[in-house]
């Protein structure tokens, strides 16, 4: 993938990478993928090598993909210290809802009808929360059109409650980094994983800050169903996977975490036998994506058909559903919230097209008439010089 970094209104700046297919071979239905990396990984974790990268997927389906550094990691600027009154989680959340989404957006999301967040293990937090706060959000400036979660449950196991915590190393005074030999013992179970990444896990190790793991179990955890999942409108399809050291790996699980998201139009839920928790370095890397890919098509798909649905409609019924948005109406759907953003969207895009069409017939007009002009002379010096013109 190719790296990239882009400003931000806020004065910081977002990094990551991106695979871009050309839009003559994407389908009609084209969303903008949005993959959030977890704890001790950045940006590459979904670009590890070239067999286990999201990059085959985008490039078989056609559809973009961007992997960010989330905040305070990799080239991605930091908010730490977390301002007063806020946590981790919910700064991160700001951040991706305020400022990296809609900037993503506006630089990936041509030819696009939504954007589709996929999330793995500490970066579902701020995943979570970017969509409640979208969810809640009057006037959004990007389109969300679903939620992909994985390696990240409700209750940690009895493994991880038994066992001495992790040791980490101290980089610098806000992160720490995990020591290789024990990360991949934890990442992998015997089996799940090629030697071909393994061999990439120096390059792939990177510094978390340690608020973020003090405050997962603590803050996240208690907290995530009531203050956020509650509140998400877009499709949800969260998976567990099996062989996860962190977290319990159960259908019960399933049914328990996906009726947290009470009032989301649609939640898929599965467990993943066999997988480890870093499911996207491992043996079912490119399975799990074609999933990824596949349940981001069908959101794209679920937006059109709705917006066409939405489009029969009297405008007058739209301008007044628009009002009760902006007054911050509860009972404004998804849908409507996602029809009045692309609405804004290709509205400004119109009228720049239409300012650039106008400059353009007024430069043609302009030398129609000047070729006019040069044929008059022309003739009449034809005419004077006795020749005549046919």
């Not at 967040?117 to 990007?142: F, N, T, W």
């Not at 409700?154 to 995990?178: F, I």
């Not at 720049?352 to 030398?367: E, F, G, P, Q, W």
Request: hydrophobic fraction near 40%.
């Amino acid at each position: 993938m190719q790296s990239f970094t882009i400003a931000l209104p806020n004065n910081a700046t977002v990094a990551g990478i991106h695979s871009i297919p050309d839009p003559a071979a994407s389908p009609r239905h084209r969303p903008l993928i949005v993959a959030l990396h977890g704890g001790t990984y950045d940006c590459h974790y979904f670009d590890a090598t070239p067999d286990y990268s999201a990059s085959r997927a985008s490039i078989a389906f056609g559809i973009p993909f961007v992997s960010i550094d989330r905040p305070c990691v990799g080239g991605t600027s930091s908010f730490l210290p977390v301002p007063e009154g806020s946590n981790f989680n919910q700064e991160t959340g700001r951040w991706l809802h305020s400022h990296i989404l809609p900037a993503l957006w506006s630089e990936f999301g041509n030819g696009c009808n939504c954007i589709v967040l996929l999330c793995h293990s500490l970066g579902v937090m701020g995943g979570i929360v970017a969509a409640a706060m979208h969810a809640q959000d009057e006037k959004p400036r990007y389109p969300l059109g679903g939620l992909i979660v994985s390696g990240m449950g409700d209750k940690t196991s009895p493994s991880a409650n038994n066992s001495p915590p992790p040791v980490y190393e101290k980089v610098g005074s806000d992160h720490v980094a995990m020591p290789v030999d024990v990360k991949d013992e934890i990442m992998f179970k015997p089996g799940t994983c090629s030697p071909e990444v393994l061999a990439h896990s120096d390059r792939l190790n990177t510094a978390t800050p340690v608020v973020e793991l003090q405050q997962y179990p603590t803050i996240w955890l208690p907290t995530w169903r009531d203050s956020w999942a509650k509140h998400v409108a877009a499709p949800v399809m969260f998976a567990l996977v099996e062989n996860d050291v962190f977290f319990e790996a159960n259908e019960e699980e399933i049914r328990s975490c996906t009726a947290a998201f009470e009032n989301s139009v649609r939640v898929d839920g599965s467990l993943v036998k066999g997988a480890p928790h870093c499911m996207e370095l491992s043996y079912w890397s490119q399975g799990w994506y074609a999933r990824c890919f596949g349940f981001a098509m069908e959101c794209s798909k679920q937006i059109d058909s709705h917006i066409a649905l939405d489009t029969k409609h009297s405008h007058k019924h739209l301008e007044s559903r628009s009002g009760s948005c902006a007054a911050g109406r509860q009972d404004c759907t998804l849908h409507e919230r996602i029809a009045l953003t692309l609405a804004n969207t290709n509205l400004a895009k119109a009228a720049r097209n239409s300012t650039s069409i106008r400059k353009r017939l007024a430069r043609y007009i302009a030398m129609n008439k000047a070729i006019d002009r040069i044929k008059a002379n022309l003739q009449s010096q034809l005419v004077d010089s006795g020749v005549g013109c046919q």
